[in-house]
């Protein structure tokens, strides 16, 4: 072959490729996946150190110190996330008793955090997502993490009240809890 037709065999090959890669990017073959679900590195998580009262147990029937409620409502991008039932009720860590439960637990889906202690004192927003398992603070909520795009907002008010700037807070993990309040997180877009 001489040389004139090797140099259109290169350009006829680097065309062909340089259509392929179009086509394929055309296609979506190259997009990333950014959702929480998308294969990467694990996420770090709060819930991978939990504060120590998460280990703690309480006993329906005995004399309790404490025993608050406060209602929990969480938006990822909008739509409502549902606080799971039973979340710190028949754990290994607490015997897996019905009535021998963590500090903080739910007994329904309604987003009712039942918070009860032997001892006086006071407790965080973040134990409740220790014993639940998943990661909570001002850098995200479960596997949705703030970044260029989404936020992390949290307000804190009386039942009845909507969400506004003078009831928005940043504490997040180390909010502590009070009883009768309803607690609104949202992992959202930001807004501009």
């Known amino acids: 072959m001489n040389r004139e037709t090797t140099f259109w065999g290169i350009v006829t090959a680097l065309a062909l490729a340089g259509i392929v890669v179009l086509y394929a990017q055309n296609a979506g073959l190259f997009e990333q996946d950014d959702s929480p679900s998308a294969s990467r590195e694990p996420l770090s998580s709060t819930a991978d150190s939990p504060d120590p009262l998460a280990s703690d147990c309480v006993q329906h029937g005995t004399a309790l110190t404490r025993h608050d409620h406060v209602n929990l409502e969480i938006f990822i991008d909008a739509s ?85 700037e003078e009831n928005r807070i940043t504490s997040f993990d180390d909010y502590l809890l009070q009883n009768g309040e309803v607690i609104e997180v949202h992992y959202r877009v930001k807004a501009n």
Request: glycine fraction near 10%; hydrophobic fraction near 35%; charged fraction near 25%.
């Open 80 to 164: 409502p996330y549902k606080v799971e039932s039973e979340i710190g009720i028949r754990t290994d860590i607490c015997n897996g008793q019905e009535d021998y439960m963590h500090t903080i637990h739910t007994h329904d889906e309604t987003g009712r955090l039942h918070i009860e202690l032997n001892e006086a004192g006071d407790i965080s927003l973040g134990v409740f997502f220790d014993i639940w398992g998943y990661h909570f603070n001002e850098t995200g909520i479960f596997d949705y993490r703030v970044n260029a795009t989404h936020e992390m907002v949290m307000h804190v008010r009386a039942s009845g009240e909507g969400a506004t």
